[in-house]
Nanobody, 123 residues
Framework: QVQLVESGGGLVQSGGSLRLSCAAS????????LGWYRQAPGKQREKERE???????????QYADSVKGRFTISRDNAKNTVYLQMNSLKPEDTGVYYC?????WGMGKMEYWGKGTLVTVSS
């Protein structure tokens, strides 16, 4: 069992930057996918979370079109931490940001989610 804790959210003005962190309680070196998702205000269901960025163990990285060129995902294996650097923030980036980790487990995968961190971008 791996627990994920996000941090780094807050209130920022349009054009500003934030760096989100996702600290895992255990090793994530055997990951299948690492990702960040966003849930916009007023959307309650988990299925309404939209992909911001995901990176696979195969090396592919997928960014949402709306964040390309502004957001960057990275990780520190030694700290079991995934980061999301967010630059040139816009009001539409506002939402709760969730970290998701999929780890290889036997013949399948295990999926873990954090509880989220709120990002508010003022205009």
């Amino acid at each position: 069992q791996v627990q994920l804790v996000e941090s780094g959210g807050g209130l920022v003005q349009s054009g500003g930057s934030l760096r989100l962190s996702c600290a895992a309680s255990g090793s994530i070196s055997n990951f299948h996918t690492l990702g960040w998702y966003r849930q916009a205000p007023g959307k309650q269901r988990e299925k309404e979370r939209e992909l911001v960025v995901a990176v696979t163990s195969g090396g592919s990285t997928q960014y949402a079109d709306s964040v390309k060129g502004r957001f960057t995902i990275s990780r520190d294996n030694a700290k079991n931490t995934v980061y999301l650097q967010m630059n040139s923030l816009k009001p539409e980036d506002t939402g709760v940001y969730y970290c998701k980790v999929e780890l290889f487990w036997g013949m399948g995968k295990m999926e873990y989610w954090g509880k989220g961190t709120l990002v508010t971008v003022s205009s």
